[in-house]
């Protein structure tokens, strides 16, 4: 049973995290191109919201609506970084859930954790 199934099929397209089961280096490799991808074109469009702000804006209302998106995608991206920083650690700690001491041992325990999972939803 895999926990947090939606928040990591999310992460894993949004190319912060590659999925367990990638062990080929193709796979790897393919998935670190993507992921050099993404991150780029968030950082680029953070650079582009700046430039916009420095070049282009004329009036107050311009000015919040593009440091609101500043802001926001600035936010994304030093997100973007920790979770690539800490891929081993994380990685680490989901696979510490999954295992023994949190691993549901009967059904009803099974049961609980599957309510749970639909709460999260």
Not at 61 to 75: G, P, Q, V, W
């Amino acid at each position: 049973m895999h926990i947090l199934k939606l928040t990591r099929t999310i992460i894993i397209v949004a190319g912060c995290f590659r999925p367990f089961s990638w062990t080929s280096l193709f796979k790897q490799t393919i998935y670190n191109i993507y992921r050099l991808y993404v991150i780029s074109m968030l950082y680029f469009f953070s650079m582009w919201q700046f430039m916009d702000i420095v070049l282009n804006v004329d009036n107050p209302y311009d000015f919040t609506n593009n440091l609101n998106m500043l802001l926001t995608s600035s936010a994304a991206c030093y997100k973007i970084f920790i979770v690539w920083l800490n891929y081993e650690k994380i990685a680490a700690l989901i696979n510490c859930l999954i295992e023994e001491p949190f691993k549901p041992l009967n059904l009803s325990e099974t049961k609980i954790q599957r309510q749970y999972d639909k709460i999260i939803r």
